[in-house]
């Protein structure tokens, strides 16, 4: 995996030196041992799902710039379980980017980490729509898996109580259910809303009894 963040890192403009370093600064901060769900292997899923959707649809050339919709996915979660978590992902991204003297959309990367939060409702723009899709797609998995993206969610609050986080995440599950799709996109509508509704539905099920 840190090859593929040394690629992305590459791709955008980091020099040699600065992409050693930083390649390992991501990788170091995402396999942290408190990272339950939003971890590498999170970063790594997304990656792969892009990479799918790039060969499989026909509005891959929609991406206004795969180079940077890449690097927003690496730095969207860089920061993450504080208040103002997503803000300071970006805070976090605009410093690294800071080190290379190309041209880069500093304010189209902001827009597309921020779409991944959960509560952001986007109606227009694609790219956003997308890295958003590529950020819930796992609603969308197999039940164990599933299963598994919910236990591991669970670990990463554990100094909650349990009355405190099912409390939040029957909100989030809800917020979700409340949308007209799930999924912006009809790629991963066609492929995931049926399931992700239904794994949803499930979830909730089990932690309102």
């Not at 790039?54 to 890449?70: D, G, T, V, W, Y």
């Not at 969207?76 to 959309?105: C, F, P």
């Not at 009355?163 to 799930?182: D, M, P, Q, T, W």
Request: proline share 0%; with cysteine.
């Amino acid at each position: 995996m840190i090859l593929r963040i040394k690629s992305i890192l590459i791709n955008l403009g980091f020099c040699d030196q600065d992409c050693e370093c930083l390649a390992q600064n991501i990788y170091t901060t995402y396999t942290a041992p408190e990272r339950g769900y939003h971890n590498i292997k999170h970063i790594s899923n997304m990656l792969h799902n892009l990479d799918e959707f790039l060969m499989r649809s026909k509005c891959a050339q929609k991406i206004k710039n795969i180079n940077e919709f890449a690097f927003a996915i690496l730095m969207h979660d860089y920061v993450h379980g504080t208040e103002n978590d997503v803000d300071d992902s970006i805070k976090q991204a605009n410093e690294y980017l800071h080190k290379i003297s190309l041209q880069y959309d500093c304010r189209y990367i902001e827009q597309l980490i921020k779409a991944t939060d959960y509560e952001t409702c986007i109606e227009t723009v694609f790219d956003q729509q997308l890295i958003q899709d590529l950020d819930l797609q796992t609603l969308g998995a197999i039940d164990t898996e599933y299963d598994r993206y919910a236990h591991l969610i669970r670990l990463e609050y554990k100094q909650c109580s349990d009355a405190v986080f099912y409390k939040e995440r029957i909100k989030i599950l809800n917020i979700f259910l409340s949308r007209e799709y799930i999924f912006n996109t009809e790629y991963f509508r066609n492929k995931y809303e049926r399931v992700a509704r239904t794994n949803i539905a499930r979830e909730l099920l089990s932690i309102s009894k």
